[in-house]
């Protein structure tokens, strides 16, 4: 009895619902994340192929909240696993020789969060398929406005110039291509403007992958 209230105390609660959590959430919002999770062989109309664990909505969107702005990077783990068995389950992990690039934060937006969350699930992501992992791949050197809000010709523009090769690659380029990680996909803008900066260094990318898309799957089954 006096073990269970201790555990009860020293474990912290689901940082969802605050209801006590065995792992990083509790039963009830881990059943309702994984409501969230595309169905297996799902296909996006993305000009880069896209690897995407779920829809970005409801407790999917509350948890990739929390780890951003609430400072729950335990939440890093289990979102991370999970894209990572999602993409393991895809016929493009079988390509050897990929190293993970999340989308880097700039400097001074790195500062004020004290991480960057693309970079923690990737780690995990990493734990689990055995890649490796570039964190400082692509650096970037722009802050952006908030991309929804602008037209397609504007988030064009905004988005020229916003990455450059980071420290690792300026060292050394990879071997093998890239698969870029980063937590939502929304218009691609972002992804967009990663890809070209790696392609005009002469490195190729494999693919995209993230935790969560607002895009529609277009194909359920194969
Ligand atoms: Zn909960």
Redesign the pocket.
Do not use: T, V
């Given at each position: 009895m006096i073990k269970t209230l201790l555990n009860l105390f020293l474990k912290p609660n689901?940082p969802?619902?605050n209801?006590p959590?065995h792992t990083e959430?509790?039963d009830?919002?881990e059943r309702q994340l994984l409501r969230c999770r595309f169905p297996q062989n799902v296909k996006f109309a993305t000009e880069v192929p896209l690897c995407v664990w779920g829809q970005y909505k409801d407790v999917l969107k509350r948890a990739i909240a929390a780890l951003k702005y609430d400072h729950h990077t335990e939440l890093a783990k289990p979102l991370g696993y999970g894209l990572a068995e999602t993409w393991l389950s895809t016929p493009q992990s079988q390509i050897s020789s990929l190293t993970v690039v999340p989308i880097p934060l700039h400097a001074a937006k790195l500062k004020q969060r004290g991480f960057n969350q693309a970079e923690l699930l990737a780690k995990s992501f990493c734990e689990l398929t055995g890649l490796s992992l570039s964190a400082q791949g692509l650096e970037r050197i722009k802050e952006t406005e908030a991309l929804h809000q602008l037209s397609a010709e504007q988030r064009l523009k905004e988005m020229q110039n916003v990455f450059n090769l980071g420290q690792d690659f300026r060292r050394r380029r990879p071997q093998g291509s890239v698969l870029i990680l980063d937590d939502i996909y929304t218009t691609g803008a972002t992804v967009k403007a990663a890809i070209s900066q790696l392609q005009q260094a002469g490195i190729p990318v494999a693919g995209v992958v993230a935790i969560a898309t607002t895009q529609k799957s277009v194909i359920s089954n194969q």
């Open positions: 689901c969802l619902c209801r959590a959430l509790c009830y919002c």
